[in-house]
């Protein structure tokens, strides 16, 4: 019964910590990247990065092109961070690929839907959005061989 609690307390600690983290700002999530411990920059990097595709979303259909740009490039930021920090603690490498590999799937999407002229720079991004996860998963099969 004993690990059955302590199972239970951890879910609802880490259920706790996600519903927290989602209510806060962009700006607050960035500030708490580089005071936070190395095994915990992959997750809150990755939070940054789907809030911003989710801003960028928002900003692409209202118009505002140029934020809609700077959310995208933090986007391909955060994720690199993400890609980085995983790769240098060596955990959270599936779950970073999974979430990129999602995000450039909506960015697919979301190119789709724009102008002509403001594709390239959502086109560049999926790109390097691929190449992470292309270096993440290099990275979990040459772990498996060794």
């Given at each position: 019964m004993g690990r059955l609690s302590i199972s239970i307390s951890l879910i609802s600690l ?84 999974i979430a990129v590999r999602k995000i450039s799937e909506k960015l697919r999407d979301i ?36």
């Amino acid at each position: 019964m004993g690990r059955l609690s302590i199972s239970i307390s951890l879910i609802s600690l880490a259920l706790t910590l996600c519903a927290a983290a989602k209510d806060e700002s962009v700006d607050e999530l960035k500030s708490r990247v580089e005071s936070a411990r190395p095994e915990d920059r992959p997750v809150l990097c990755m939070q940054i990065a789907h809030q911003q595709l989710n801003n960028a979303d928002k900003l692409y259909n209202d118009g505002k092109v140029e934020q809609a740009r700077a959310a995208v490039d933090d986007i391909v930021t955060y994720s690199e961070k993400a890609r980085d920090s995983a790769s240098q603690t060596k955990k959270h490498l599936k779950n970073v690929e999974i979430a990129v590999r999602k995000i450039s799937e909506k960015l697919r999407d979301i190119k789709r839907t724009l102008a002509f002229d403001d594709q390239p720079p959502v086109g560049e991004a999926i790109r390097r959005l691929e190449d992470i996860r292309t270096a993440l998963l290099k990275e979990m099969f040459a772990k498996e061989k060794k």
